[in-house]
Antibody, heavy 119, light 110 residues
Framework: EVQLVESGGGLVQPGGSLRLSCAAS????????IDWVRQAPGKGLEWVGR??????????TYAASVKGRFTISRDDSKNTVYLQMNSLKTEDTAVYYC??????????WGQGTLVTVSS | QSALTQPASVSGSPGQSITISCTGT?????????VSWYQQYPGKAPRLMIY???KRPSGVSNRFSGSKSANTASLTISGLQAEDEADYYC??????????FGTGTDVTVL
């Protein structure tokens, strides 16, 4: 069974940093791309970024709204993806989902972890 | 990259068919056949319903179908059921290797 489990969410002050983790199981992690998608309270979905696989040099891509502040990395030995978030803004407050990417779609989602940026 | 445009709400009676539109531009929806659709219940993670415009993942009812014409994609739910009441989001891949979601549609079963 495919599972994605996020952790690391919480309350952080504006300008602060937070690192989210996503532990994956049930599939060959190293073969696939993993993305992050977020959803602000009561709002729609927003794509955050992607880490590609080893075959694609672990290349990353980001949404314009987080580029330069967020960094996605992965550890294939631990089947884990990380989202390092720096210079956080109040508008980054959201539930962050880790998602498996396949066929240019997001076929499995984690349960999400809430990040609240507030003073 | 601006969000794709969806109607805020769509409603229908049980057994009817409804269609949700997703309008983008020639730089996203119109350029690739890489539109996907997601269903989301309140407080839950989204679920993939359609990928590559009109393909259904295993386990998704054949009451759900997708199509695309020019810069607008559509999701049709036929034989509407109470369990279809949820939020629906479209998504498109873009030439800059990013993705853009739609604004979301609240489906109500009357």
């Amino acid at each position: 069974e495919v599972q994605l489990v996020e952790s690391g969410g919480g309350l952080v002050q504006p300008g602060g940093s937070l690192r989210l983790s996503c532990a994956a199981s049930g599939f060959t992690f190293s073969d696939l791309y993993i993305d992050w998608v977020r959803q602000a309270p009561g709002k729609g979905l927003e794509w955050v970024g992607r880490t590609r696989n080893k075959g694609n040099n672990y290349d990353t891509t980001y949404a314009a709204s987080v580029k330069g502040r967020f960094t996605i990395s992965r550890d294939d030995s631990k089947n884990t993806v990380y989202l390092q978030m720096n210079s956080l803004k109040t508008e980054d407050t959201a539930v962050y989902y880790c998602v498996r990417a396949l066929n240019f779609a997001f076929d499995y989602w984690g349960q999400g972890t809430l990040v609240t940026v507030s003073s | 990259q601006s969000a794709l445009t969806q109607p805020a709400s769509v409603s229908g009676s049980p057994g009817q068919s409804i269609t949700i539109s997703c309008t983008g531009t020639s730089s996203d929806v119109g350029i690739f056949d890489l539109v996907s659709w997601y269903q989301q219940y309140p407080g839950k993670a989204p679920r993939l319903m359609i990928y590559e415009v009109n393909k259904r993942p295993s386990g998704v009812s054949n009451r759900f179908s997708g199509s695309k014409s020019a810069n607008t994609a559509s999701l049709t739910i036929s034989g509407l059921q109470a369990e279809d009441e949820a939020d629906y989001y479209c998504n498109s891949y873009t030439p800059s290797n990013t993705y853009v979601f739609g604004t979301g549609t609240d489906v109500t079963v009357l």
